[in-house]
C-alpha cells in the first residue's frame, strides 16, 4: 500500500477512535515550525550546532546573561509576529468536537492559546513571562523587553531567522556590551520563565499535567520526538496504564515502541485532515 493511503487509512482510524476515547495532546517543537520556529533535532537544526544555554551557566555567569538577553532582544520583533499554523487552529477544532480533553506542550511559544486553545499546561514554562530569581517577582515580557531597550538605546533588532529559543544568532563579540535589566522590587537577577536544559520542571506544573492526563483516555503526541524525559514519562506511563498512545510526527521518537498507531507527516496538513474528519463524524453521530 502507498505510504499516503496508508497514512489516510490511519487517519480515518484514529479518527474514529478520538470520537470513541478523547486523548491528552503531547505537543512538541515539531508542531511549532510550519509557524517559522525551528526545532532542536531536524537536520536544518543540528547543522546549525545551536546549543541551548544551561540554567547554571546563566545563574553564574554575568557574560552568559549578556548574550542571552542581548539575543532575546534581538529576536523579539521576529518572534512577537509568529502566529498560529493549521497545526494549531486543528488541535483547537479538535478540543471543540470533544476529541481532545486538554494539551500538556513541551512548547514555550504561546501558540496553542493564540489559537483559542483552552486547558494547556505549559511544560517547559512560556517566553511571554519573565521572574526574578532572587524573590521571584514576575513580569511581562513586552514590559521586560521595553526595559531592555531603555537600557541599550541604538542596538539593532533582528529580522533575522529564530533559533528554537526564540532568539537570534550573535556572537560572544556582538553580545558582550548588552545591559540586561534587574529586578525592579530587589534588583536580582532576571530570567524567562521558561525551564531551561539543566533545571527542573516546577512540581506544580508535573502535578496539573498528571490531572489532565488522569482525566484523558489516550495519548496523542504531536510533533515531538519524545527526546526529554519530561515528556516521554507520560507515554511510557500511558503504556503502563493501558491507555492508547497515537502519535502524529515527523520522523522518529523515543516512543516509537509504544504506539498503538504512528502517522508520518507535516503537521499542519495531516492535523487539518483529523479534525475535519472527526467534525464530519461528530456531525454524523449527532444528526
Known amino acids: 500500500m502507498p505510504p499516503e493511503r496508508n497514512n489516510q487509512h490511519n487517519l480515518k482510524e484514529l479518527a474514529a477512535r478520538l470520537v470513541e476515547v478523547p486523548a491528552q495532546v503531547l505537543s512538541g517543537a515539531g508542531l511549532s515550525t510550519e509557524s517559522g520556529i525551528p526545532d532542536y533535532r531536524s537536520p536544518e537544526s543540528l547543522e546549525r550546532r545551536h546549543e541551548p544555554l544551561q540554567f547554571q551557566e546563566f545563574r553564574r555567569s554575568e557574560a552568559a546573561r549578556q548574550h542571552y538577553w542581548a539575543r532575546s532582544h534581538a529576536a523579539w520583533r521576529r518572534m512577537r509576529s509568529v502566529k498560529p499554523n493549521a497545526g494549531h487552529l486543528a488541535v483547537k477544532k479538535l478540543q471543540d468536537a470533544g476529541a481532545v480533553r486538554g494539551i500538556l506542550t513541551q512548547n514555550v511559544d504561546g501558540l496553542h492559546q493564540q489559537a483559542g486553545s483552552r486547558d494547556v499546561i505549559e511544560l517547559h514554562g512560556s517566553l511571554a513571562r519573565v521572574r526574578c530569581l532572587d524573590c521571584g517577582t514576575p513580569e511581562?515580557?513586552?514590559?521586560?523587553?521595553?526595559?531592555?531597550?531603555?537600557?541599550?538605546?541604538?542596538?539593532?533588532?533582528?529580522?533575522?531567522?529564530?533559533?528554537?529559543?526564540?532568539d537570534s544568532e550573535l556572537s560572544r563579540t556582538e553580545t558582550a556590551g548588552f545591559r540586561p535589566a534587574a529586578c525592579l522590587i530587589c534588583g536580582g537577577i532576571m530570567k524567562t520563565d521558561v525551564v531551561f536544559f539543566g533545571e527542573n520542571v516546577p512540581v506544580a506544573t508535573v502535578d496539573r499535567a498528571w490531572e489532565q492526563y488522569a482525566e484523558a483516555g489516550a495519548l496523542l503526541v504531536l510533533g515531538s520526538s519524545l527526546a526529554v524525559r519530561s515528556g516521554l514519562r507520560f507515554a511510557e506511563r500511558a503504556a503502563r496504564d493501558g491507555k492508547p498512545v497515537w502519535i502524529i510526527t515527523d520522523g522518529v521518537t523515543r516512543a516509537d515502541g509504544l504506539a498503538d498507531l504512528k502517522i508520518a507527516g507535516r503537521l499542519g496538513t495531516t492535523l487539518s485532515g483529523l479534525a475535519r474528519t472527526v467534525t464530519e463524524l461528530t456531525s454524523a453521530a449527532t444528526g
Open 140 to 166: 511581562t515580557i513586552t514590559a521586560y523587553q521595553e526595559r531592555l531597550a531603555l537600557l541599550n538605546p541604538g542596538v539593532a533588532r533582528s529580522e533575522g531567522e529564530l533559533n528554537p529559543d526564540g
